[in-house]
DNA sequence: TCAATCAATAGCCAGCAGGTTATCGATCAC
DNA sequence: GTGATCGATAACCTGCTGGCTATTGATTGA
């Protein structure tokens, strides 16, 4: 049972993956027959990358007619920046118990 | 030719080796030993993941005798940092835009 | 109605990534 | 000096992942 930080890392770790997320940051909703025009890659490689990306909440799919237009929904970035904030917080900690180590030396 | 983010995702997106990751940030400096003794697999097999995570600049290592001993490298985060913000900043923009149409159109 | 288009699915393949055991070099303890 | 310990490396195996082509289902337009 992964967390939310390993589908989220998981999901991001691929350029493929990456690149079309960016672009949909970027530029806003796409269609598929977009996405794939630039990916450099296949419309079923496209279609199965966006399918990873929505399970991880990353975008979501509206449909009209034959198409399908996707979208990047950023707050599912947020565990993500939670948890570089953690990582930088338990160092912050550890140097205050260093700073800590060094009066109580020196006095 | 991978970029920054490509070499911070992938190497962040294995569970083990961000766990190791993650025990040096909470715990600061360990050896070899130590954190194999926590990870549930070989040593040889963190003795890689540690080498991974070095090559990819978030951990630096100190010999000291027969022991090695790693330390994580928190400045090697702030492109992760920079991308989720670039990201967010792009939504923003387009967010931005949307206002302005709604307002002229509106006049 | 019928052909064409869009996107998803199925099925397959190749490469790689992460795991293992075995071994080696270096350092330490006795 | 010799045996034990530590960590890196070698060599290998396996499963998963990302790619492909072919096909299907749905929708559109002629």
Redesign the interface.
């Known amino acids: 049972m992964?967390n939310a930080?390993?589908v989220l890392?998981?999901t991001?770790?691929d350029?493929t993956r990456?690149a079309i997320?960016?672009r949909l940051?970027?530029?806003?909703e796409q269609t598929v027959g977009a996405l794939t025009s630039q990916s450099g890659v296949s419309q079923p490689a496209v279609s199965k990358h966006l399918g990873l990306l929505r399970q991880a909440g990353l975008v979501r799919d509206r449909h009209e007619g034959r198409q399908t237009h996707y979208s990047?929904q950023?707050g599912a970035?947020s565990p993500?920046?939670d948890w570089?904030s953690q990582?930088?917080g338990?160092?912050e900690t550890?140097f205050d118990e260093l700073e800590d180590l060094l009066k109580r030396m020196d006095q």
Do not use: K, V
Not at 25 to 28: A, L, P, T
């Open positions: 992964p930080h390993d890392f998981r991001l770790a350029p990456r997320f960016e940051c970027r530029e806003g990047a950023l970035l993500l920046i570089t990582m930088a338990f160092w550890r």
